[in-house]
């Protein structure tokens, strides 16, 4: 039955205009997936992976005779150079592609070793209980209460400035964020029925571990890796401001940040757009973050669904 303008009004339907309910859709649809967030951490992933292909010069070629070009979209720019040069001739654009692919492997392997070490932690921890789980929560509040940026500028001061190092501190970093959570996840699965049948039957403190108290976490664990992403570029890229990260010239997005800051009165491209990069890829990154757990969450879920 066709209902009439009346009973439609009555019933709070109003009838849009079709763009209006075009815009509708593409809105409701990008609440609902993060379409501009992945969007954005897909072009950093293709800027990491081909850099090299993509950089119209290299990272590290330039000259005085360069220095400070406008970029192209500048009356006085040129399109030789789309970002402009910073203040030794060399190419902003070269170097914010290469310095994503820096930001990707620090991330990436902090990450991988962070979340391997973070969560094994969290559930022998919450699993073990007894002096094992006071040992590791110790040793979590211990790591929380050292300022991480002295340590970092104390270790620099020792062994110099290196990838390494650099790649050994922001793990140090990583791990701390998922003990806690997974340790709280642990200890109110470990007390389900099907982990009592399981050690009824005689398996193994392993195999429960793996098969049993894993799974359970494990969805809280790629939520809070996620997020911490976005701490580890953040971390990475203050201490590459500080002098404490890759050595120059190597091109970090903090390193060009810092090196064009004595330059803002006469040249800001060379500094604020590395800032408008780790600006945009960390706001994504936390977006994702969020949208993942309120996906993975049943309760949540349901609301969304």
Not at 81 to 98: C, E, I, P, Y
Not at 234 to 250: C, D, H, K, Q, W
Request: hydrophobic share 50%; aromatic share 8%.
């Amino acid at each position: 039955m066709q209902m009439t303008p009346t009973d439609r009004a009555l019933l709070g339907i109003r009838d849009h205009p079709p763009v209006i309910r075009q815009l509708r859709a593409a809105w409701m649809y990008t609440r609902r997936w993060p379409t501009i967030p992945m969007l954005i951490l897909v072009t950093l992933i293709v800027a990491g992976v081909f850099a090299p292909a993509l950089s119209q010069h290299g990272p590290y070629a330039g000259g005085i005779r360069n220095r400070h070009v406008p970029p192209a979209f500048f009356e006085e720019g040129s399109s030789e150079h789309l970002l402009g040069t910073d203040h030794a001739g060399r190419d902003v654009f070269s170097r914010l592609l290469h310095g994503a692919r820096i930001s990707l492997v620090v991330a990436g392997i902090a990450l991988t070793s962070g979340f391997l070490v973070g969560t094994t932690m969290g559930i022998v921890s919450g699993y073990a209980g007894g002096w094992v789980d006071e040992v590791i929560t110790r040793i979590v509040d211990i790591w929380q209460a050292l300022p991480f940026l002295m340590v970092a500028l104390v270790c620099v001061l020792l062994f110099g400035q290196s990838l390494e190092l650099l790649l050994v501190l922001m793990a140090m970093l990583a791990w701390n964020p998922f003990v806690r959570v997974v340790r709280s996840q642990t200890l109110v699965i470990k007390n389900e029925p099907y982990v009592d049948l399981a050690r009824v039957a005689g398996c193994s403190t392993p195999r429960i571990l793996i098969r049993h108290i894993l799974p359970g976490v494990i969805n809280t664990a790629v939520v809070i890796a996620t997020l911490a992403v976005g701490n580890l570029i953040l971390a990475e890229a203050a201490l590459s401001f500080l002098g404490a990260g890759v050595p120059s010239p190597t091109p970090t997005w903090g390193a060009m940040v810092n090196e064009g800051r004595n330059y803002l009165s006469s040249a800001w491209w060379p500094t604020v757009l590395p800032g408008v990069a780790i600006f945009l890829v960390v706001m994504s990154l936390n977006f994702t973050g969020d949208w993942l757990r309120d996906r993975l969450d049943p309760r949540l879920r349901q609301l969304l669904d």
